[in-house]
C-alpha cells in the first residue's frame, strides 16, 4: 500500500530565507507527483506536477525535483515571504486514478 | 463559473441526520473525485466518477456513504445517518479527461461538523 510521508510537519522561518520541504513515498511505481497549497478554510491549489519521467519542474521562486527510484520528491522555496505561508502538500498518483497524500508541512514565515 | 465549487460551505448536523454535500465542477471536466479530510491530516480519497459512471468508490468508508453524479456533471456526496467520526472537509476535485496525466482541480470543501 502507498503511503506518503512529508517531513518536516511545520516550520518557522524568517521571510526571505531559502527551504526545502521533503517528501517520501514507499511505493516508486507512480504516475505523477504533485505538490499542493492550501490555506486555511480553503481548497487546493496546484503549485507544480512532475510526470514520471521527469525530474524537476519550477514555477516561479518554486522548484520541485522527483527521484523514483529512491522514492523521495523535494519542495524548494526560494527567498521566503510572508505570503507563502500555507500548509504544503504532496501527493502521489499511482495506477489507479487517486491522489495518495502525505499529512502536509505547515509553513510560517515571519516578517 | 472559472473553477470548483462546492455547497454548503458549512454544514452542522446531529448525529443520526442524513446530509447531501453538492459539487459542481470546472464545466467540461470529465472526471470528478471526492476526498475526505481530517483535521490536521491530508486528503484522502473517497470515490471517483468519469462523466457518470462511478469508476471507484474504494474509499466510502461504510455504506452509509453515496455518491452519484446521473448527468455526467454536478456530483452529490450523500452521508445516511451521520456520526461523529464523518466530521471533517469534503473536498471534490474535477480534471479536463479521464488521463492520469491530467492536473485535478480542487474545490473549497464543505466542513461537516457532526455533534
Known amino acids: 500500500k502507498q503511503e506518503v510521508t512529508q517531513i518536516p510537519a511545520a516550520l518557522s522561518v524568517p521571510e526571505g530565507e531559502n527551504l526545502v520541504l521533503n517528501c517520501s513515498f514507499t511505493?516508486?511505481?507512480?504516475?505523477?507527483l504533485q505538490w499542493f497549497r492550501q490555506d486555511p478554510g480553503k481548497g487546493l491549489t496546484s503549485l507544480l506536477l512532475?510526470?514520471?519521467?521527469?525530474r524537476e519542474q519550477t514555477s516561479g521562486r518554486l522548484n520541485a525535483s522527483l527521484d523514483k527510484s529512491s522514492g523521495r520528491s523535494t519542495l524548494y522555496i526560494a527567498a521566503s515571504q510572508p505570503g507563502d505561508s500555507a500548509t504544503y502538500l504532496c501527493?502521489?498518483?499511482?495506477?489507479?486514478?487517486?491522489?495518495?497524500f502525505g499529512s502536509g508541512t505547515r509553513l510560517l514565515v515571519r516578517p | 463559473g472559472a473553477g470548483v465549487s462546492q455547497s454548503p460551505r458549512y454544514k452542522v448536523a446531529k448525529r443520526g441526520q442524513d446530509v447531501a454535500l453538492r459539487c459542481d465542477p470546472i464545466?467540461?471536466?470529465?472526471?470528478l473525485f471526492w476526498y475526505q479530510q481530517a483535521l490536521g491530516q491530508g486528503p484522502e480519497f473517497l470515490t471517483y466518477?468519469?462523466?457518470?459512471?462511478?469508476?471507484?468508490k474504494s474509499g466510502l468508508p461504510s455504506d452509509r456513504f453515496f455518491a452519484e453524479r446521473p448527468e455526467g456533471s454536478v456530483s452529490t456526496l450523500k452521508i445516511q445517518r451521520t456520526q461523529q467520526e464523518d466530521s471533517a472537509v469534503y473536498l471534490c476535485?474535477?480534471?479536463?479527461?479521464?488521463?492520469?496525466?491530467?492536473?485535478?482541480?480542487f474545490g473549497p470543501g464543505t466542513r461537516l461538523t457532526v455533534l
Open positions: 511505493d516508486s511505481a507512480i504516475y505523477n
Open positions: 501527493a502521489v498518483m499511482d495506477s489507479s486514478y487517486k491522489l495518495i
Open positions: 512532475i510526470q514520471s519521467s521527469q
Open positions: 476535485a474535477s480534471s479536463l479527461g479521464g488521463a492520469r496525466t491530467d492536473t485535478q482541480y
Open positions: 464545466s467540461g471536466h470529465v472526471s
Open positions: 466518477f468519469q462523466n457518470e459512471a462511478q469508476l471507484d
